[in-house]
């Protein structure tokens, strides 16, 4: 696979960890669905791999770039774990609407599992740290994704600070506590 | 408090698009290290709820 190729990929990992944040941002603000504070470190998770991904497409190709992807997904995968076993008790209940069949928090382990997978294939492909790195500014749809996730990154930052204030989230938040 | 890290990460996306690989790397692993310890804070909380 050549790297043209592999950037090309990348920048569809990164619209497709945008498409997932946008999701669950849309959930909130028309369905009202008020996030816990481990979806709010699932979210925080996914701009963490998103992160790796605006990396390769800012400064090239390399191994540490998808790490930090990886690394952001295990952080997903590992809230997301300890979500679905909170609830995985008979009677305890569930989070959230659920969506085709299954919670949020199981489709994020669902995504970053796949999100994991598909860093181990990438990382497959040795010759595409061969050779020069790329030294060309990226492209403006590169640059358009990138400024997209932080666009959402900041949203969920002011989203989390009109719901939680200065402090640590309530475990069952039923309204934001600085809006009336 | 919770915020911090979406804050964190926000600077490393503008330090990518601004050329600096380090600065964007420092603030990823802030970012990260800030969600962990929240997550430890919540699961201690919970454990200590249920114990």
Redesign the interface.
């Known amino acids: 696979m050549t790297q043209a190729r592999l950037i090309w990929l990348n920048l569809l990992g990164l619209l497709a960890i945008c498409a997932v944040l946008l999701f669950a941002f849309a959930d909130q603000i028309i369905y009202g669905d008020i996030p816990c504070p481990l979806c709010i470190l699932q979210r925080a998770g996914f701009i963490a791999a998103g992160t790796g991904l605006a990396l390769n497409l800012g400064f090239g190709i390399r191994p540490s770039h998808y790490a930090t992807m990886i690394l952001g997904a295990l952080v997903v995968a590992g809230v997301a774990t300890r979500q679905i076993l909170l609830h995985i008790v008979p009677g305890t209940g569930a989070y959230g609407n659920p969506f085709l069949g299954l919670h949020f928090y199981t489709w994020s382990f669902i995504v970053s599992v796949l999100i994991i997978s598909g860093g181990a294939i990438l990382l497959a492909y040795d010759r595409q740290f061969v050779g020069q790195r790329s030294t060309k500014k990226p492209r403006r749809v590169a640059v358009l994704a990138m400024g997209l996730l932080a666009l959402i990154s900041a949203a969920n930052g002011v989203s989390t600070v009109l719901l939680c204030g200065g402090g640590l989230c309530p475990g069952d938040p039923t309204h934001y506590m600085l809006l009336p | 408090?919770?915020?911090a890290?979406?804050?964190f990460?926000?600077l490393?996306?503008?330090s990518?698009?601004r050329?600096n690989?380090l600065a964007?790397?420092c603030l990823?692993w802030l970012?990260?290290l800030f969600?962990?310890a929240?997550?430890a804070?919540?699961?201690s909380?919970?454990l200590h709820i249920t114990l």
Do not use: C, D, N, Q
Request: no cysteine; hydrophobic share 70%.
């Open positions: 408090m919770m915020s890290p979406f804050f990460y926000l490393g996306f503008v990518i698009l050329g690989r964007a790397l990823w970012a990260s969600v962990l929240l997550f804070v919540h699961a909380s919970v």
